[in-house]
């Protein structure tokens, strides 16, 4: 069974589309080149910013192949986000992620019968780890968004040695008590990310080591300048530069959801062209996404 020993930032892509919504596949090895020229060692594709749940499992697939084989070229770490649909859909992506040699597989929960209990959630994953059972798996935390609010510090802990290729959680959440205490859960033993853009100087402070985050897609020198001061002890120095970070945030997300704002900005301020999101979400008007390039250069 392959180890999971990546620890650091990971970049959770976008997927580009076409003008008619179709993905973008010929984009991707000029967008993993910028993110790896830009510092960003790893990727993930499908999570929440690269609108996997709103893509067919073939599409899923063609967008996974294009990233493992531009990630040749880079050697990034490439991580698959194989849930948010049926269950033998994600069975299905994760032992397709493993056939295309992937290096980690990231699942959501179940997003109507959903688990309540940790060893409920167990449950689930083991069946995406018999899927896929050489390839390290996570689990992906984010309650605001599935509701699915198992507490982790005990989750963690109850899945030791229940799930074998189980490797860790990415940590969606404003919670950072919560966080803190998934970090030295079960020994210390599993990787937590955190997935929130607005909290990396205080959660790397608490002892974080890893982050999944959409604006390491557009910001990456900021989330890199973070990690950096904390690691030098520079605290006041990072502090200032997460809260240009966190004003840059709410320039982007003023006048819309996470997706079609980000998706904008990503347009606005990099050479990567990454089209609108789909429906059902709104996309900026024109008028707003010129406000936000007004307003955005200031936090660059």
């Known amino acids: 069974m392959a180890k999971f020993t990546f620890r650091g930032l990971m970049a959770p892509v976008f997927t580009a589309f076409k003008d008619d919504l179709s993905a973008n596949t010929e984009i991707i090895p000029k967008y993993a080149k910028f993110l790896a020229d830009a510092g960003i060692p790893a990727v993930l594709i499908h999570g929440t910013t690269g609108e996997g749940m709103s893509m067919t499992v073939a599409e899923r697939k063609s967008v996974a192949e294009a990233w493992v084989a531009a990630a040749k070229a880079t050697k990034q770490h490439v991580m698959v986000q194989v849930g948010g649909c049926p269950l033998p859909d994600a069975q299905e992506l994760a032992r397709h992620a ?35 059972p050489n390839t390290p798996l996570l689990y992906y935390h984010i309650p605001a968004w599935t509701t699915v609010d198992i507490n982790m510090e005990q989750f963690l802990n109850q899945s030791v040695g229940q799930i074998p290729t189980f490797h860790g959680i990415k940590y969606t959440s404003n919670d950072l008590a919560e966080g803190y205490n998934a970090l030295k859960a079960a020994g210390g033993r599993y990787a937590v990310f955190l997935g929130a853009d607005t909290l990396v100087e205080p ?98």
């Open 98 to 132: 493993e056939k295309i040699g992937v290096d980690s597989i990231l699942c959501l929960p179940e997003l109507y019968f959903k688990p309540s209990t940790p060893q409920q959630l167990i449950d689930y994953l083991k069946n995406i780890s018999q899927a896929a």
């Open 203 to 300: 959660a790397f402070a608490l002892g974080f080591d890893s982050a999944i985050a959409t604006g390491l897609n557009i910001l990456p020198g900021h989330f890199v300048k973070i990690v950096e001061a904390v690691q030098e002890n520079r605290i006041c120095d990072a502090r200032t530069i997460q809260e240009k970070l966190t004003a840059a945030c709410k320039v982007i997300t003023k006048d819309g959801a996470w997706v079609p704002t980000m998706k904008a900005a990503m347009n606005l301020v990099t050479p990567i062209k990454v089209g609108q999101a789909r429906p059902p979400l709104k996309n900026l008007t024109e008028s707003q996404i010129n406000d936000m390039k007004s307003n955005l250069t200031q936090h660059l």
